[in-house]
């Protein structure tokens, strides 16, 4: 009993001095002497100038020592910031450096740590001159002059959720390594074994999945270089789209997923594949692979391709040149193997060589159909390319280059097989040429687009489609072409392939039909691409939307010189006319930036007849909703143009000038023949400068200007000349006769009948000749009192119409004889009612007329007016 009491007090005593000597080392550390000494013993355990906010110790479970806030300076060969930043860290000491009378540190643990690594002028790291180097006896191949060992006795260096930011000379760069944890540790003297995680990271730029980057390894002093060392990098789980973002801060719109291994050792490969040791020289391995890349907007398909490229080579520290290195990328159905060599320049020294290369058209669609849209599932590639080339340079210019593939097949739904012919191609001299491919296929579609019994049978050579296509390159001028030529039976194939392909080339429009080609895409190092060339179209019928019928293409073509379009047709039936003519791109189309999204028309069109009957069957209720964003979007702006801009915008592009003549235009019962306007249209107005027209055994000539935008605005200027009065398209017509010229001026606003006929206005001067007013004989009527049938004459008139109110008004209209002069006043509506009086007066010898003072009256509508003889008052102004 009294030794259990004993061994209790010493127990006691025990953790009473434990806790007494916690207290005093807790306060021993915080004074000014201490804490100075402390700084010190960390400044030449880190070879670098360090300091420290606070220190706080413990003695148990073994001595540690805690930091806050510790900051390890920089080499001022190197700048001014700080090396190494963390907010507090965990030191242990190490027991047999204690009892051999020396204060060591064992592990150290930082918290947040924040490292700047920085590359001099002279390409040297801070790095280099931190880590302790190996000893004079080990393995690492020291050369040039030596540096004084170190004092530091770094042994094991962990952290956590820390930071590696880098520095060429005083610029920082966007990159780093977030997440860091690890640790690294001397193994031996001079010898360092690292064992990272990190998360790369980039700066202003959004990323989601960058992976997760392992490294693994050891390495020497850095005396030597970090040689001899060995490293293991191990990259995985990252995305395309943030790799880019790493490399080039921005996102090129490319998916899918990126792994890399990667192999750095300090020496050169020996004869048995070993790595033998060789001042300043590094061998590397590097495998890559990228899989399920797609177009950022498309979903991911089982297809999508993947690539798989290894790199393998050496180069050296000290700038000397790099050895070649081999590398190889393959595919599921293709492969390339090859070397290249990069000096010290690149602009000069750059050099790839592709040894072989082995190219499936099968992966070529594969990469297609992950990079555009609307490709469709059924097709089908069967062909394999290959070759050899090789680049020199910075951009790299091909220098040597030689292809073939002996031909194949590729499958479209809806289309016969595609039959690939033999190519061959390379660079002979300064010229990359690719020898005429023929493409060909057979088969006639289901319907050609012929009323039945107009098909005739045709040989298979003459319904098969024959494609030649060529390319050529001159690299020392710069200027190359792709030429096509051909003849396809059937157009709408073409269109069909195009579509099959993603690439729906007819938006708002199809054709059907012959067409042969002859046309060259041609450019230059000062001149970006033109067509020039020809296709010509024969019994082809194009649908148009908006158009409720086709239009029939008998003989027609499409020309384009230096990319400047124009289409000269020879024969073409369309709005119930057959039409001839030429519409061109103006030359100064093409001269700004604004003109090639504004094209500029100069157009030369001639049609027979005209009736705006068949306009109403072609573009009339079936088609009139939308009309004309359909229409002019299929034209002018492509698929979407149409269906989000508003029908004055789609007006807006349209720019043109040119000639229109009609033979015979009728418009309801306005019949014009001969007719000829000149005219342009741009920026939503249109200016008619001169019109010509034979109308009512006459002729009329005028001007018009029309403004669309913001508010529909007309104004016409029209001259007449012997015109008919009999011919005129109004039900009284049959009961007038004569001659009459002179000019109208009318102004209207607004959209629609309704609209413009309720804000006419205008005002006509007219003179007519040899006048005749049958059914009533106005002085039999004036002398009787009343209406007598018969024929009036008079041997001229003049006056002045008005238009307005939506009627024809005429004020003291003057019908004049030798011996009378007969006044007309009134109006008459457009819906062809009338309320008109007309009075007479003596002149000369019978001034004293008996019966002046008599009005006749007309009223009502004028194919049945009611006629009365009334006495005049006093005479009032016309209205």
């Known amino acids: 009993m009294k030794a259990a009491g004993r061994w209790w007090k010493l127990a006691l005593g025990v953790v009473a001095i434990v806790v007494v000597a916690q207290i005093a080392v807790s306060l021993l550390v915080r004074t000014h002497r201490v804490h100075n000494f402390l700084v010190a013993q960390l400044s030449r355990a880190f070879g670098r100038p360090v300091e420290v906010e606070r220190f706080e110790a413990q003695l148990l479970p073994s001595p540690t020592l805690d930091a806050s806030n510790i900051t390890v300076e920089e080499d001022p060969a190197f700048g001014n910031e700080y090396f190494l930043r963390a907010e507090s860290f965990s030191a242990g000491f190490r027991w047999l450096g204690l009892l051999r009378g020396r204060f060591e540190f064992g592990t150290l643990a930082f918290s947040r740590p924040s490292l700047i690594l920085v590359r001099n002028e002279e390409g040297r790291w801070n790095l280099e001159r931190w880590l302790p180097p190996a000893k004079t006896g080990s393995s690492a191949v020291f050369y040039g002059p030596q540096q004084a060992a170190p004092s530091n006795h770094l042994r094991t260096i962990e952290f956590d959720d820390g930071r590696v930011n880098f520095k060429m000379e005083n610029d920082k760069q966007a990159f780093a390594f977030i997440n860091v944890a690890g640790r690294v540790e001397q193994v031996e003297s001079g010898r360092w074994q690292l064992q990272l995680e990190t998360t790369p990271w980039r700066s202003g730029v959004q990323l989601q999945s960058t992976g997760t980057l392992r490294v693994r390894g050891d390495v020497a002093g850095t005396s030597a270089r970090l040689q001899p060392a060995q490293i293991r990098l191990h990259w995985d789980e990252a995305s395309l789209a943030d790799l880019f973002r790493l490399w080039r801060g921005q996102d090129y719109g490319v998916r899918g997923l990126f792994a890399l291994d990667a192999r750095l050792e300090s020496g050169l490969p020996g004869a048995q594949g070993a790595i033998e040791a060789s001042p300043g020289a590094w061998t590397f391995s590097v495998e890559a692979r990228a899989e399920r890349l797609h177009r950022w907007d498309l979903a991911e398909r089982s297809d999508n391709p993947r690539l798989n490229a290894l790199l393998k080579g050496s180069f050296f520290s000290d700038g000397r040149a790099m050895l070649p290195v081999r590398f190889s990328v393959d595919a599921p159905r293709s492969n390339l193997h090859g070397e290249f060599y ?340 741009r920026e939503l107005n249109l200016d008619v400068r001169q019109a010509e027209a034979q109308w009512s055994g006459g002729v009329v000539q005028g001007s018009a200007k029309a403004q669309f935008a913001p508010k529909a605005a007309y104004d016409v200027s029209v001259d007449l000349d012997h015109v008919n009065l009999a011919q005129l398209p109004a039900p009284f017509a049959a009961r007038l006769g004569g001659l009459a010229s002179g000019k109208l001026l009318v102004t209207a606003t607004g959209v629609g009948r309704d609209e413009l006929l309720g804000s006419l206005a205008g005002r006509a001067d007219v003179r007519l000749k040899n006048v005749e007013l049958r059914g009533w004989d106005l002085p039999a009527s004036m002398a009787d009192g009343t209406a007598r049938a018969g024929t009036t004459r008079w041997p001229e008139g003049q006056g002045v119409l008005f238009l307005r109110d939506r009627s024809v008004v005429l004020s003291d209209f003057r019908l004049e004889d030798p011996a009378e002069l007969t006044l007309l006043n009134g109006r008459i509506t457009f819906g062809q009612d009338a309320d008109l009086s007309m009075e007479t007066a003596a002149v000369g010898k019978r001034a004293a007329n008996p019966f002046a003072g008599r009005v006749l009256k007309i009223l009502g509508p004028l194919d049945g007016p009611r006629v009365s003889v009334e006495n005049a008052g006093a005479r009032q102004p016309a209205d």
């Open 342 to 681: 990069a000096g010290a320049s690149l602009r000069r020294d750059l050099y790839v060589r592709l040894d072989s290369m082995g190219v499936g058209s099968a992966d070529l669609l594969a990469w297609y159909h992950a990079f555009q849209a609307e490709v469709e599932d059924g097709i089908e590639a069967q062909q394999f390319f290959t070759g050899s080339a090789t680049w020199r340079g910075w951009p790299p210019q091909l220098d040597s280059a030689g292809f073939s593939s002996p031909g194949g097949i590729v499958k479209v739904p809806g289309v016969a097989d595609l039959q690939i012919g033999p190519l061959r191609g390379g660079r002979v001299s300064s010229k990359l040429t690719v020898e005429p491919v023929r493409i060909s296929w057979s088969g006639a579609p289901a319907s050609d687009g012929k009323p039945p019994g107009v098909a005739k049978r045709r040989s298979s050579a003459e319904t098969r489609t024959t494609i030649a296509v060529s390319l050529t390159h001159d690299f020392a001028t710069g200027q190359g072409a792709l030429a096509l030529e051909g003849r396809v039976p059937h157009s709408e194939q073409v269109l069909r392939i195009a579509q099959a392909f993603g690439r729906v080339l007819n938006h708002g429009w199809d054709m059907t039909g012959e067409a042969d080609a002859a046309l060259e895409w041609s450019w230059s190092a000062r001149q970006r691409g033109r067509w020039n060339g020809k296709l010509n179209f024969s019994h082809a019928r194009l649908e148009v939307a908006g158009l409720n019928q086709p239009l029939l293409l008998e003989d027609a073509a499409l020309s384009y010189k230096d990319g400047l379009r124009t289409a000269e047709i020879s024969k073409a039936q369309g709005f119930g006319a057959n039409w001839s003519g030429q519409i061109a791109e103006r030359q100064d189309a093409a001269l700004t930036p604004a003109s090639i999204a504004l094209p500029q028309w100069q157009f030369r069109l001639q049609a027979d007849r005209l009736d705006a009957a068949d306009l109403d069957r072609w573009i009339g209720p079936r088609a009139r909703p939308g009309w004309l964003q359909r229409l002019l979007g299929s034209l002018l702006g492509g698929p979407s143009s149409a269906s989000n801009v508003t029908a004055s915008e789609l007006l807006r592009r349209v720019t043109a000038d040119g000639q229109l003549r009609i033979n015979d235009l009728t418009i309801e019962k306005l019949h014009l023949s001969q007719v000829s306007a000149e005219g342009s249209l």
